[in-house]
Every structure is written in C-alpha cells, then in structure tokens.
C-alpha cells in the first residue's frame, strides 16, 4: 500500500468513527502512520503500545475495549503477524 493509500484509509476511518469511538494499533510499521494521521478527538480513543509491548496487543484490546464499552465503535489495526500470533 503506497503513502497516498494508507493515508486515505485513515482518514476513511477518521470519516466512519465518531470522537468517542476507540482505535487500536498493533505494532509494526502501521503504528507510525496511525500515531501522525489519525486525529484523536477524545482522550484515550487511538491506543497505540510503545516500548516492550507485544506485537498482538490489536485483537486482545479490541476485544476488551468492545466489552467495557459496548455503546462505541471500536477499530483494531493488526498487521498479518500480529494477527496470527493470536489465531
């Protein structure tokens, strides 16, 4: 996916989420387009892991973030590995 793509894709998902809705990123090159494009409105709705977080962080949150807030629309981003690593 070339610059203009992933740049469009999050401003689709900016479009479609409202400002207390929840984004999560897994780890990857993907976190730091999400971290510079994705404009928060709310604390505490874009969760990006830093540091020695594992790569599938996404799914697991995700999932957690669906059941302490089933009102919002929640968005996890995972790349293939981070994916798999919890299939």
């Not at 897994?26 to 020695?52: Q, S």
């Not at 999932?63 to 807030?69: G, N, P, S």
């Amino acid at each position: 996916m070339d610059r203009s793509n992933r740049k469009k894709a999050l401003w689709d998902a900016r479009q479609v989420l409202g400002p207390d809705d929840i984004v999560l990123s897994d780890v990857g090159a993907h976190k730091m387009w999400i971290a510079r494009h994705y404009h928060c409105h709310e604390p505490n709705t874009c969760l990006i892991p830093n540091g020695f977080c594992s790569m599938e962080f996404a799914l697991p949150g995700a999932i957690a973030a669906a059941l302490v807030h089933p009102d919002r629309k929640i968005l996890g981003i995972s790349g293939d590995a981070g994916f798999l690593m919890n299939v």
